[in-house]
Nanobody, 114 residues
Framework: QVQLVESGGGLVQAGGSLRLSCAAS????????MGWYRQAPGKQRELVAQ???????NYADSVKGRFSISRDNAKNTVYLQMNSLKPEDTAVYYC????????WGQGTQVTVSS
């Protein structure tokens, strides 16, 4: 079983920045995809950004140019740098990893005030 521990969420004013981190531990065979999803109240969980071990990166259109995903394979850690935050970015952010099974973090709240 893989454990994912997220950190870095919080309250920030519009235009501000936050950096989320997610460290994977446990029964890790080989991590392939690492990424972030988010879920706002009353909405479905949606992809924010993800990165495969082969180097392919995908972003939601709504965050392109503002968010950046990176990973440190030696530390089994994925990061999400979020700049120019908007109130509509407010959500619970979930880390995900495939290693090779899919695992989810517990979620971290990001709140952007206007």
């Amino acid at each position: 079983q893989v454990q994912l521990v997220e950190s870095g969420g919080g309250l920030v004013q519009a235009g501000g920045s936050l950096r989320l981190s997610c460290a994977a531990s446990g029964n890790i065979f080989r991590i392939n995809t690492m990424g972030w999803y988010r879920q706002a109240p009353g909405k479905q969980r949606e992809l924010v950004a993800q990165n495969t071990n082969g180097g392919t990166t995908n972003y939601a259109d709504s965050v392109k140019g503002r968010f950046s995903i990176s990973r440190d394979n030696a530390k089994n850690t994925v990061y999400l740098q979020m700049n120019s935050l908007k109130p509509e970015d407010t959500a619970v952010y979930y880390c995900m990893v495939t290693s090779p099974l899919l695992s989810w973090g517990q979620g971290t709240q990001v709140t952007v005030s206007s």
